[in-house]
């Protein structure tokens, strides 16, 4: 199948989860790139459900049999770049695979905050095209004296470094579902 990644990262994490997946694929990955990057303008549009825009992507996703988004998730929302990205192509979509490197836990993932109602959400906004959502929650990476804090959460970022155990066997499932998608 011909894939396309494309992603939206603020902190870097989400950069680097579409590059491993992209990678794993042997496949291209392209920046979501909102008209205005400005972290507490994409907040405040994130929250109120507003768009900011996108700048057009290089590639035609129409060409693509499925497009791998990866972005974060703020405060439970889907974040506007993702909501302006499904706006302008949906129609082009023909199936997509979301994946988030979030601050919420799998425990916390039904809360207000959570990254569940989110891939509903998406889901409905895109209905049978949406095939496969997964959270990659940051809190995998910390140690575990680490995993309850806050600000150790806010501050964690994926790298080569810490992108072991179960965030890998995580990543590994996920890409092996991506494969069964047809």
Known sequence: MKTLVVYY?????????????????KC????IKPRLNFFPFLILFSLTKTSVGIKRLSR????????IVCCPIWMG???????????????SINKLCLASCCGSSDAAKDVKFG?????RKVKDMLG???VLCEAFPVGLV????KKGDGNAMMKARLSDDNFT????KRLDDFIQRIDKVD
Do not use: M
């Open 77 to 91: 929302q889907i974040i506007s770049p993702l909501r302006d990205f499904i706006g302008r192509y949906h129609t």
């Open 165 to 168: 155990g179960e965030i890998q």
């Open 115 to 119: 990254y569940a109602g989110v891939f």
């Open 60 to 67: 035609n996703v129409a060409e693509f049999d499925r497009i």
């Open 142 to 145: 910390l140690a575990e004296d």
């Open 9 to 25: 990262s603020n902190s870097g994490s989400n950069k680097y989860l579409a590059e491993k997946i992209a990678r794993a694929l």
């Open 28 to 31: 291209d990955s392209e920046a």
């Open 128 to 130: 049978d095209k949406c």
